[in-house]
């Protein structure tokens, strides 16, 4: 049993008796399978595990995807600029920065899409002349993406204006914070690798 702020005992961590303005957030009536009558179900108190609602990484997740959306769409505002819609600059960036001739499935992970949307924006790229897909020698039912030489010259362009947007947005972060931001979100990556791994050996 766990006492909580107003010295009720608590049975489960997750469901209290009433509500207490210390554990503010979302609760519900529920009925316990257990007694007759009514109690308040909580998915999540934090501050019964020692941690504020205004925790940092309680907050850090939501943060996260919610600044992800408004970056992205800044720069999608600035690639419009070179008639590049959000859905075609970043295959070609990604194509760019794995060094060309990758391979859809790949190239499909990267963007965070899945296979059958990638051939549809490939479509649309290689109809603008921007990549080809060549057979791959080593498994010929395999496709391999390059970029064309006007390809590569619209990656020159969305640099340039990724450069301008980013300068812009990062200006007041020393070069030191940035490092450290890179350096906390290489941890996170490495840390969701191991547990993807761990996933996938399971199934």
Not at 43 to 56: K, N
Not at 159 to 165: E, Y
Request: hydrophobic share 40%; charged share 30%.
């Amino acid at each position: 049993m766990i006492p909580n702020t107003t010295g009720e005992r608590i049975t489960n961590p997750f469901c209290i008796e009433r509500h207490d303005e210390a554990l503010s957030g979302r609760m519900r009536l529920s009925a316990h399978p257990f007694l007759d009558k009514k109690i308040e179900f909580k998915l999540f108190a934090p501050q019964l595990y020692g941690m504020s609602f205004e925790s940092h990484r309680l907050r850090f997740g939501l943060q996260l995807v919610g600044f992800a959306r408004r970056w992205r769409r800044e720069l999608d505002h600035r690639l419009a600029a070179v008639g590049l819609t959000d859905a075609t600059w970043a295959p070609l960036i990604h194509l760019h920065e794995s060094g060309d001739g990758i391979s859809q499935k790949d190239l499909a992970a990267l963007v965070g899409i899945d296979g059958s949307s990638l051939v549809r924006l490939l479509d649309m790229l290689a109809g603008r002349g921007l990549i080809e897909r060549r057979t791959d020698e080593a498994d010929r039912r395999a496709r391999l993406v390059f970029l064309t030489p006007a390809g590569h010259e619209a990656i020159r362009d969305i640099r340039g204006q990724l450069l301008k947007a980013e300068t812009n947005m990062l200006a007041d972060l020393t070069d030191d914070e940035i490092a450290a931001i890179l350096e906390a979100f290489g941890k996170i990556e490495r840390r969701l690798g191991t547990a993807r791994d761990r996933t996938e050996n399971v199934a």
